[in-house]
Each structure stands twice: as C-alpha cells, then as structure tokens.
C-alpha cells in the first residue's frame, strides 16, 4: 500500500523531540556495528515498552482529552442554543433539524478526507489543521445574521470536527504501552464528557444572562451568540497545543519509513517519563514491517489525465476497499451497522433533547407537547427559562459513572462485551423514555441514557483502534465516522420531520436502532491487550 510521506522529517522535529538519532538504516540485521558493540532491534510495541509510562503519557492524555472536548463543545453547543436562537433565526422544527445536522454532515465530509491525509502525512499535522477550521468557523458562525450563513458556517466547522475525532484516536493510540492502552483509551474517551459538561455549564452561564445583549450595526448580538463564540476557544487553543508540544506518531514514522524520527519521538517520551531518574535510553534499531514502507507515489506516475486521475482515485478510495476485503470483511460489516445504529439513536436524540425539555416544562413526556408548531411558540423564548440548561448539565455529569466503569472494566471485560451489553442497555432506557408520563421520570431516563452510551462509544474508541493495522488505522476509522455522521444527520432530520407531528416514530426507532446494533456487535472479534500492527 502506498505509504511515500513527504516532509515528515520537519513536522516530527518540534520541542519535544530532542536527542541524537540511534539508529542503523542497513537492511540487514547486523548484531554488531563496526566497533563491535551489540545493537538490539526492536519492533514497534517493544520499543513503546521501553520508553516506559510517565509523564509524557499524562502530558498527552491532558492534550488529547482537551481536543477531544474541543469536538464535543462544537459539536453540543447548537444543542443548548436551539430554545434561543430559534427565535432569532425565525427557525421552524425543520430548520432547527438542517441546523442540527449541518455539523455532521460537514464531519461526513471531512471525516474520510483527513482520516485518508492522516495516514499519509501524518496525525499531527492534520489534527493540527483540522481543530484550526473547526474553531475559525465555529466562532465566525456567532456573526452569522441570517439562518443559511449560520449554516453554512457551522457546515464548515463540521469539516474540522470529522478530521479531529477519528485522528486523535488512532494518534494518541500510537504512544500507548500494549497492556496500558484499553485503560487510556478510555480515559481519553472521558473528555467527551468533560467538553460535554463544559458546553452545558457554559450554556446554563451565558445564555440566560440579559447583560450580553448588545447590538453590532444591524445585528442583535444575543447572548446565545456569546455562547458561541465562546464555544471555538477550545478548538483553537488545541490546535497551538498540538503545534507547539506534541510529536508525531511514532509508528507513523516507522511504517513511513521515517526510523530515524521514529527514534528521536522515542528519546523524547524516555526522558519525561524518566525525568529526575538520572537514567539513559539504551542504544536500538527499530524493526518495521517492509511490506509496509515506502513505495513508489503512483499518484504521479505519467499517463493521459483520465489515467492518472484513475491512479488518484484508486490510491484515495484503496483503503476503503481494503477493509472490506479478506479477513477485515466481516469485522468491518459489523463496525458499519454498530456505527449507523449508535450514531443515529445517540446524536438524534441528544441533540434535541434541550429542546424536549423545554416541551416538558408544564409536565408530561417528551411526546406529550407535540401538538403547537414551534414558530407559534417563540413568544416564549425570553425570558431565558434555565431549568433546560440545569437539566443539560445534569444529564452531561451523568457521563461520570460510566466513564469510570469503563476505565476500571475495559481491559478486564473487553471492548466487544461493553459495546453489546451498553447498546442492548440503551435501547431500553430509551424505549421506557417513551413509556414513563412525568418529567422527572423522563430526567432520570435520560441520565440513564447518558451514562449507558458513553460505555458504548468508549468500547468503539478501543474497539476501533485494535481491528485495524497502522496503514489503514486513520482511513477506516474516517470511514466508519462517516458512515455514523449519515446516520446522525438522518436521526436529526427524522426528529426535526416528526416532533411536531408524531414524536413516537423517531423515539421509538431509536430505541430499535440500538437493540440492532446491541446484537450485531456481538459478531466482531474480541481484542482485549491485542498488539498494533
């Protein structure tokens, strides 16, 4: 498979990398140099082992974890600004649907795309860009005045986020000790409830607060609008932490051909994982896999235009053909129906639920207020009601137990039994959703909801990361959020179509969606403390 990577060497060499590089480019595998002296080779896992586990790790949990919060508050935040912000866009329930699903469709877009640039020229650099697009347009959105450029815009921060969150998995899975990684997977996947928090504290903070209304020309600068832009600053301040700190993935560089940099990035997690230690890296090779390395760029081989646009088009779309090919067939058929199944019940109805909420403000289920369109109820937007983002939040911190559970369990169940057991688990809270008549009851549920599916969605980052190798890692990971985007978008328009109308049908195809995919994950392959390859 094509992995030729240009311009690696300056990318990898940042403030972190530092050291003489150690390494010996002869094919053979000599076990002595010219002094004499033994050289030991490793592969990429014992080398990983041989840096240790310390501080550079923490240091790119904390790293990783704010860029992953990053996507969850630009992701959430048009969530809490819908009972709002409907007022002044003159939004129907369809228009707050498109709005919902306009961030997904653009991670639609960008998800392959960077997954694909991820795996050629590397993590870092894309995550890097990607989180620069999604806090530029994300807080450019807040001066939208019309409905249309504010979708346009949060379209584009879309794109951002699709590059970011399969990228940053495959990235930070790249530095993780074997028997560690489950564990620290997890952990990263707990700042998806940390940017959930922050985004509805934030929300519950600003946008009830009459003292952020002012007006800019023709434009009435609510405080939602505030909100958003405060909503981009997490986005921004990751992509200068990933410039400024961060290396390269390590066995990027290595099935890049790039053994030297590779080493280098191992010098530089030894000595802050040993910092104060007085200790010194031992000499070693490193042992890649050649069928791997560095081949021809066929994508500039000579031809007419419609030939090497085929070349280009072939090279772009190979890894998604690979990994429905041989051995990764089936476990990529049921990633795909687990990704559509989660995707579809979980951004479908999360998104909406400040809004179900504020439906419930005089009693009731969620489907119980269904019967006034919402262009008839704008009277009631200001004053701000705050119980709905009192309610956000509480549902948010719901995320803790099941962060926690996943942590301590992950490594010791597996991903495979999480990501069942927490989907079969979800479709029932949803489904007693419907049934239960009281608001608190209706709360509860919801809580429920929110710290089932967080187990589902930390047991697909593991999951994801161990089915597939390094060359197509970032592509298939792209792929499949892809794939889930289509289902979010489907879910937020189905809702956006029918609350108004007939509320039962997409709760109750949500609650059906997950049982489906409760059973299909049962099909994939268990990969608990499995080595990357």
Sequence with gaps: MFRHV?????EAREPLLTGETIFDESPSNPHCDAGGSAERRLTFEEAVEETGFGLFHWLLLLVCGWANASDAVEILCVSFLLPTARCDLQLSSSDMGLLTASIFLGMMVGGYAWGYLADRRGRRRVLVVSLTVNGVFGGLAAAAPWFWLFLLLRFISGIGVGGSIPVIFSYFSEFM?????GAMISALATFWMAGNILAAGLAWLVIP?????FSLGTLDFQSWRLFVVLCSVPSLSSAVLFRVLMPESPKFLMEAGQEKEAIRVFQAMFKMNMWGKGTNLPEFGLRANSKQRGQPEESRSRGSRRERLAVILKTVFG?????????????SIALLVVFYCISFGYYGLWMWFPELFERMENG?????????PSLLRNHSCYP??????????????????????SIFMIDRLGGKALLSGSLLASSLSIFLIYVVQ???????????FSGVSVITWNALDVLGTELYPTQLRSSALGFFTGVGRVAAITGNLAFGRLVDTNCAVPVLLVSALLLTGGLVALVLP????????
């Design 6 to 10: 240009h311009a690696v060497d300056a």
């Design 384 to 405: 701000v009601k705050t119980a709905v983002y009192a309610e956000g939040f509480v549902i948010a911190a719901s995320n803790l137990p099941g962060n926690i559970f």
């Design 438 to 448: 009281t608001k608190v009851q209706s709360l509860v549920l919801s809580c429920v």
């Design 319 to 331: 890894p998604i053909k690979q990994i429905f090919n041989g051995s990764l067939k089936s476990r």
């Design 526 to 533: 268990q990969t608990r403390q499995t080595e990357l390859t």
């Design 364 to 372: 009731g289920s969620p489907c119980a207020n269904v019967s006034v």
């Design 209 to 213: 607060r009459t003292w952020a209304h």
């Design 177 to 181: 000790p074997r028997l560690r990684r």
